[in-house]
């Protein structure tokens, strides 16, 4: 079993800047895929980033590019993503989730590959 849980979410102003974490145990994360997501009121999960655990290669929506980061830490086995320059619209509950069966970036995105969620953690970006 895969355990994960989010922390660092809050209420920033438009143009701040949050790190989230996500601290994963139950098993080494050497050949997962790793990501966030996130889930605003009335919409659609949707895909922000993932990574490869051990090759570090990360894959991001074209709506957080450039300004979000996705990073991992072997020794904490903890996941990252350092959102900069944040919008009203980047307002969600944002999660964590782990995926052992990914074969390919082109999967990424999607939410039926990933195995394992976390609670969430919300994020409110005010204008």
């Known amino acids: 079993q895969v355990y994960l849980v989010e922390s660092g979410g809050g209420l920033v102003q438009a143009g701040d800047s949050l790190r989230l974490s996500c601290a994963a145990s139950?098993?080494?994360?050497?050949?997962?895929?790793v990501g966030w997501f996130r889930q605003a009121p009335g919409k659609e999960r949707e895909f922000v980033a993932s990574?490869?655990?051990?090759?570090?290669?990360?894959y991001y929506a074209d709506s957080v590019k450039g300004r979000f980061t996705i990073s991992r830490d072997n020794a904490k086995n903890t996941l990252y993503v350092q959102m900069n320059s944040l919008k009203p619209e980047d307002t969600a509950v944002y999660y964590c989730?782990?995926?052992?069966?990914?074969?390919?970036?082109?999967?990424?995105?999607?939410?039926?590959?990933?195995?394992?969620w976390g609670q969430g953690t919300q994020v409110t970006v005010s204008p």
């Open positions: 990574i490869a655990w051990s090759l570090g290669s990360a």
């Open positions: 989730a782990a995926s052992s069966s990914i074969a390919s970036y082109t999967q990424y995105e999607y939410v039926h590959h990933y195995d394992y």
């Open positions: 139950g098993r080494a994360f050497s050949d997962y895929v």
